[in-house]
C-alpha cells in the first residue's frame, strides 16, 4: 500500500518568512495529493490540492508542486502569519480512495 | 466550516465494550470516509463507504465495521473495544473522488 513520509515534523519561522514542507510518496498510482491544515482542537481543513496532471498549483500565498518522476510534492506559505501556526498535513490517494497521511509538520510562525 | 457534523463529541468506553459513531455528509456528497486519529499522528484510513458499499479498507480489523444509509450518512462500529483504540474519529464526506471534507471528529476514550 502507500507510504507517505513528510519532512520537518516541525518548522519554526518568523513572521514574513517562507515556509516548506515536503512530503514523498510511494505508490506510482496515486494521482490526488491535498494538504490539510488542522488547529488544535479542531478538524482538519483542505488548504490546497493537486492532481496527477498538473505539475504546480497556486492559490495566494499557498502553493503545492508535484514532481512525479521523484513521487514527492511540497508545500510553499509564503509572507507567513501568527495564525498559519498549525499542524499541516499532506496525503496521497489514488482517486481520492484510501488515502494516506503523512505524521505531519507543526508549523510556528513567530511574531 | 464545513457541512459534516459528527455525534456524538466526545465517548468514554471500557475495554471490551462495543461504540457506534455517527456522521452526517454534507449535502450532495455519496461518499463517505472514516479515519482514526492519534494523538499526535496524522489520521490513518480505516474504511470508505460509496452508495451505500464499503469501497476500500485500511489494515483494520474486522471488528471496525460500516454501514451508509440512502441519505449517505454513515456509521462506524467498532467491538470489543481495545485501550489502543482510543483516538478521534473523523468521517470526511466527498461527491465520488472529489475532495473530501472533514466533520469535527468524535474523541473516544477506552478505560
Known amino acids: 500500500g502507500e507510504n507517505v513520509e513528510q519532512h520537518p515534523s516541525t518548522l519554526s519561522v518568523q513572521e514574513g518568512d517562507s515556509a516548506v514542507i515536503k512530503c514523498t510518496y510511494s505508490?506510482?498510482?496515486?494521482?490526488?495529493f491535498p494538504w490539510y491544515k488542522q488547529e488544535l482542537g479542531k478538524r482538519p481543513q483542505l488548504i490546497i490540492d493537486i492532481r496527477s496532471n498538473v505539475g504546480e498549483k497556486k492559490d495566494q500565498r499557498i502553493a503545492v508542486t508535484l514532481n512525479k518522476t521523484a513521487k514527492h510534492f511540497s508545500l510553499h506559505i509564503t509572507e507567513t502569519q501568527p495564525e498559519d501556526s498549525a499542524v499541516y498535513f499532506c496525503?496521497?490517494?489514488?482517486?481520492?480512495?484510501?488515502?494516506?497521511f503523512g505524521a505531519g509538520t507543526r508549523l510556528t510562525v513567530k511574531p | 466550516e464545513t457541512g459534516v457534523t459528527q455525534s456524538p463529541t466526545h465517548l468514554i468506553k471500557t475495554r471490551g465494550q462495543q461504540v457506534t459513531l455517527r456522521c452526517s455528509s454534507q449535502s450532495g456528497h455519496n461518499t463517505v470516509s472514516w479515519y482514526q486519529q492519534a494523538l499526535g499522528q496524522g489520521p490513518q484510513f480505516i474504511f470508505q463507504y460509496y452508495r451505500e458499499e464499503e469501497n476500500g479498507r485500511g489494515n483494520f480489523p474486522p471488528r471496525f465495521s460500516g454501514l451508509q444509509f440512502p441519505n449517505y450518512s454513515s456509521e462506524l462500529n467498532v467491538n470489543a473495544l481495545e485501550l489502543d483504540d482510543s483516538a478521534l474519529y473523523l468521517c470526511?464526506?466527498?461527491?465520488?473522488?472529489?475532495?473530501?471534507?472533514f466533520g469535527p471528529g468524535t474523541r473516544l476514550t477506552v478505560l
Open positions: 496525503a496521497a490517494s489514488d482517486n481520492n480512495n484510501d488515502m494516506r
Open positions: 470526511a464526506s466527498s461527491f465520488g473522488t472529489d475532495t473530501q471534507y
Open positions: 505508490d506510482s498510482a496515486s494521482n490526488y
